[in-house]
């Protein structure tokens, strides 16, 4: 019979809106195989102070703090549960998309996702050293010299995936487009669908079903359980230092912005961006407003939110001209208590809403840039 993906499900309203816009306002086409990266990317790793422990910095009031500042990892690296793992196949399942498939040969993979979440679990299970490509979005250290198998932003290229001969594509479909999934699984490759949903609360789900697609269930269940802890330590530590009094939380806004198309989007209730916001100790005002997943931005909602922060991806806010730029592109936001103060709060792309192994340290650079940004 014909392979297919039987349902294709559309994924969550901000992951797709992530994989076309990101495709649709790419600066230029860049070929599959090239390092699609930019010098934005080194606002990262540069991070002093960041071994200091939350409570210990010079922390500010969150509501009257002025001025923009960058959220950044230390250290963007991938520490694995298991420098050994073995895959024990076969292993057969019926994965996200419904269909039921059995994964023979683990030797060569290739996740794939927009945010790169999936190589970051990958890596996180022990399995690095048998990835063999990446997405434009993967983007931690150990992953640098894999070729890139995206082009246009994030559209899959059959011919570079083929080329590199996976035995196992881990993918959820928020890269495109569905005809090349098609296509490299009628190709014989044995492709896996997981969870295309992202947000703080289904980093355990991601985890479980990288982990028993590749044969190391309980290496899974192990990663899942240090990320879990690790998390809620993180959140505990950033209540510890967040207003006590509702009435003096930040009141936060995740906006999504590809300045060279003139794209500015608001991510609301269900798009992953409110549990952030929420486990920072903020006030997610798009939900607050009712704004139900993700929207374009209206001058009329800017003002109704009335936010104090705006949170941004680093080469989106680039894209707008920085912050000066950004509040001439969009006048409503210079009406916010985030444009009169240009409070926004920036992080890399690949890292700010990928809620995988690495959210601990995605929540804590994000801590430090909304509490304490002199540090």
Excluded at 51 to 60: F, I, K, S
Excluded at 192 to 214: C, K, M, N, P
Aim: proline share 6%.
């Amino acid at each position: 019979m014909k392979p297919t993906l039987r349902s294709f499900r559309p994924v969550s309203a901000l992951l797709l809106a992530l994989a076309v816009l990101a495709t649709a306002t790419a600066c230029s086409p860049a070929a599959a195989g090239t390092d699609t990266s930019t010098s934005s990317d080194a606002a990262v790793e540069n991070c002093p102070g960041s071994a200091t422990p939350l409570a210990d910095l010079n922390l500010v009031e969150p509501k009257t703090a002025v001025g923009p500042s960058t959220a950044c990892l230390p250290d963007r690296g991938i520490v694995p549960i298991d420098d050994d793992a073995v895959p024990r196949l076969p292993v057969t399942l019926t994965d996200d998309d419904g269909t039921e498939v059995t994964v023979t040969d683990a030797s060569r993979i290739l996740p794939l996702d927009i945010t790169g979440t999936i190589a970051a679990t990958v890596f996180s299970l022990g399995l690095g050293d048998r990835v063999v490509g990446r997405d434009s979005s993967t983007g931690f250290a150990e992953a640098a010299g894999l070729p890139v198998v995206t082009a246009n932003g994030h559209e899959l290229s059959a011919e570079a995936v083929l080329s590199l001969e996976p035995t196992v594509i881990v993918t959820d479909t928020t890269l495109g487009s569905r005809d090349v999934l098609l296509q490299l699984r009628e190709a014989g490759i044995t492709l896996v669908v997981v969870t295309s949903e992202r947000s703080i609360e289904d980093t355990g789900t991601i985890i479980g079903q990288v982990a028993a697609a590749l044969g190391v269930p309980e290496l899974g269940a192990q990663l899942a359980e240090r990320v879990a802890a690790d998390t809620a330590a993180t959140v505990d530590a950033i209540a510890a230092i967040a207003p006590a009094d509702a009435a003096e939380r930040p009141r936060v806004l995740f906006l999504y912005v590809r300045g060279t198309a003139n794209i500015y989007y608001i991510f609301g209730a269900e798009s992953g961006a409110d549990s952030l916001i929420t486990s920072l100790g903020g006030i997610d005002v798009a939900t607050e407003i009712g704004w139900q997943g993700m929207k374009p931005v209206t001058a009329e909602a800017l003002v109704e939110a009335a936010p104090d922060v705006l949170l941004v991806m680093t080469k989106g806010l680039d894209s707008a001209g920085g912050v000066d730029g950004l509040i001439e592109r969009v006048p409503a936001i210079a009406a916010t208590p985030a444009g009169a103060h240009r409070r926004v709060v920036d992080m890399a792309d690949d890292a700010i809403l990928s809620f995988g192994p690495r959210t601990p340290q995605v929540l804590d650079a994000l801590a430090r840039a909304l509490y304490a940004p002199a540090a």
